[in-house]
């Protein structure tokens, strides 16, 4: 989960203290690029030109590893990242349903990120639990069997009370 500061200041602080304590390891990048992650909730292009510059290698080298690896990822995520699973079992089996069903209630598409930055959407080809198809998975949470739009919508739905909750504890 990323870092709950915004300060760029103490983010990029957090970052140099990261470099730092990989940057004479064997291949540091990857290692740099997932606490890197970890601090801004994703890797900005500016964060990627910082490590390129701080470790003395170009920049395409950096942004290479960057969309390599498919867990990094260049763009925000929410704070509730959901993965719709559209491999082969899933798809047969009604993955396409809780796509529409995901886009509706949230108003956004796959690859998305709601205005107030607590949902994303991506589709995945496995999560590996071909035999519960469909499924989809909230964070690390596998929800499974979502034959009927209306268990996906009680899902989205639950997860939309507690963002509700999360907003109303911050404000």
Not at 73 to 87: A, D, E, F, S, T
Not at 91 to 108: H, Q, S, W
Request: aromatic share 8%.
């Amino acid at each position: 989960m990323p870092t709950k500061c915004n300060d760029r200041t103490e983010l990029a602080k957090q970052l140099d203290q990261v470099i730092e304590r990989n940057k004479d390891l064997p291949g540091p990048i990857i290692q740099i690029l997932h606490e890197a992650q970890n601090i801004y909730g994703y890797l900005p292009l500016d964060v990627l030109k910082y490590v390129a510059g701080k470790l003395g290698v170009p920049q395409s080298e950096v942004y290479g590893v960057a969309t390599f690896y498919h867990l990094f990822h260049l763009k925000p995520k929410g704070v509730y990242q959901i993965r719709v699973c559209l491999g082969t079992a899933c798809y047969i089996r009604g993955g396409p349903t809780l796509v529409d069903v995901i886009k509706t209630e949230l108003g956004i598409d796959i690859g998305g990120i709601t205005e107030d930055g607590m949902f994303s959407v991506e589709a995945v080809r496995c999560i590996g639990a071909c035999g519960l198809a469909p499924v989809m998975m909230v964070n690390d949470k596998v929800y499974h069997r979502l034959i009927s739009p209306a268990k996906t919508r009680a899902v989205i739905r639950e997860y939309q009370a507690l963002a509700r909750q999360e907003a109303k504890a911050t404000a």
